[in-house]
């Protein structure tokens, strides 16, 4: 079983933690812009109805269109600034947790990409459910 959902946005990638002290108690927290884009994402693939994956082995694509400042050659199609494409990855599979599969552990298989958007910014998500 093969999906592809697209979703709709400047991709964002997943901030560091933030942390804070309450007496002896630590904890920690997403920072805002992070919580938003995660938000966001998982209310677009909600909207799409996706077929959950409860268990099995699961193949993810990820293509990340983010924007072209408008100051860059149309020539340049490789995105090679920040954000980094593993912090990318990380903001959707939390995004992705328990509405297109149960455990970030079924992914066995990864192929992310990051490029300047020819039209809007999204992300397009592949996900395959393997045959064992």
């Known amino acids: 079983m093969i999906q592809t959902l697209r979703i709709v946005g400047i991709p964002k990638a997943q901030g560091r933690p933030k942390f804070f002290r309450r007496g002896n108690h630590v904890g920690t927290y997403d920072p805002k812009e992070s919580r938003h884009w995660k938000n966001n994402v998982s209310a677009q693939i909600v909207a799409q109805k996706p077929q959950f994956i409860k268990s099995g ?76």
């Open 57 to 132: 082995a699961i193949s993810v694509i990820m293509l990340f269109h983010l924007p072209k400042p408008k100051s860059l050659s149309k020539k340049v199609l490789r995105h090679v600034k920040k954000p980094d494409i593993d912090n990318l990855q990380k903001a959707i599979f939390d995004s992705c947790k328990g509405i297109l599969w149960g455990d970030d552990s079924q992914v066995v298989e990864i192929f992310a990409a990051k490029s300047y958007a020819l039209e809007e910014p999204h992300v397009l998500l592949t996900v395959n459910a393997l045959v064992e």
